[in-house]
């Protein structure tokens, strides 16, 4: 384990470990009549502690690539090493979050943060202790004993983070978490998101269709082309943290928002109006 400094200079362990993701393809239906190639060849090389955010068209393969990141899916070709370890299975020191707060609807709020603890046999009262911190630290403490039911879209998937994080894995994999929030509420779960990764750097893949909110959390951007999904920018966010949540304020925000929007645009992905663009009158 390394000391390193955040921009605040505040010290922090830094817990994260490094994934290596190097000539990476996904082809669905090998061997059959019908083969898909769904992304890649793709070379990404994370280190320890890095917030990485992949942005592309709907249908490039990103969720695909966090699939086989995590172990749940095999890749086609290439390696991916976690930790300098080849993944063959489902990696184990990990949080994973979907679009979907995929909360139990029996247990509490603060029951459902528990579940690691319960299902991976953790040490209870350790877990119990890092959950209510969690909760104070994102001002839920009085959803704790509330059902999901009882719960707003954002407190939920609020509470959804804490249980990603309370075990502090050293990897932590999201696929779009933000996606049902409404505008508002991202931007507050985005600046919770990045309190809480502040306090141990853990190695974090990020998928969002958000460019903003990439630009907002990470130290780097992998831009995607359109299915099948290559590398087409890998960009390194300067900014500094923790960043505000108005991000219009920050310098160079609009300038990294830009380049990635041109990459869209270059590629189809968005359509301008161009000058030559009639319009019907
Ligand atoms: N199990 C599967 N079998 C066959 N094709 C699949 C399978 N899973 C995904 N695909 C296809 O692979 C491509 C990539 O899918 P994937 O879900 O990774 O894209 P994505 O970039 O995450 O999309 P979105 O942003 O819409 O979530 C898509 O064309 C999808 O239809």
């Not at 059959?32 to 393969?61: E, K, L, T």
């Not at 993944?87 to 679009?99: E, S, Y």
């Not at 630009?215 to 960009?235: K, N, Q, T």
Request: hydrophobic share 40%; glycine share 8%; charged share 25%.
């Amino acid at each position: 384990m390394t000391l390193s400094q955040t921009s605040e200079k505040t010290p922090v362990e830094k817990t994260g470990v490094p994934i290596a993701i190097r000539n990476v393809s996904k082809v669905f239906g090998e061997g059959g009549d019908n083969p898909f190639r769904a992304m890649g060849p793709v070379d990404i090389d994370i280190p320890a502690g890095q917030f990485i955010s992949v942005v592309g068209a709907s249908g490039c393969g990103k969720s695909t690539l966090m699939l086989m990141v995590a172990g749940l899916m095999k890749h086609s070709t290439g390696e991916i090493l976690c930790d300098g370890k080849a993944v063959t299975k489902p990696i184990t020191n990990v949080g994973i979050a979907f679009q979907d707060h995929l909360l139990l609807e029996f247990r509490t709020a603060f029951d459902n943060v528990m579940l690691h603890a319960d299902i991976r046999g953790l040490d209870r009262q350790m877990i119990a202790d890092r959950a209510r911190d969690l909760f104070a630290q994102l001002r839920l403490e009085h959803a704790m004993d509330k059902y999901p039911r009882q719960l707003s879209g954002g407190m939920r998937q609020r509470v959804s983070l804490i249980r990603t994080l309370v075990h502090e894995p050293d990897v932590i994999l999201m696929d779009e978490p933000f996606g049902a929030l409404d505008a508002l509420t991202r931007l507050q779960v985005r600046t919770d998101l990045e309190q809480l990764w502040l306090r141990r750097r853990p190695t974090v893949i990020f998928i969002t269709h958000s460019v903003e909110e990439a630009v907002g959390l990470s130290d780097r951007i992998i831009v995607m082309s359109p299915s099948p999904g290559v590398v087409v920018d890998d960009i390194t966010v300067t900014l500094p943290r923790p960043r505000p949540i108005v991000l219009g304020d920050a310098p160079d925000f609009a300038s990294y928002v830009d380049r990635i929007h041109q990459h869209f645009e270059r590629m189809g992905v968005l359509h301008g109006i161009t000058p030559q663009t009639k319009i019907a009158s």
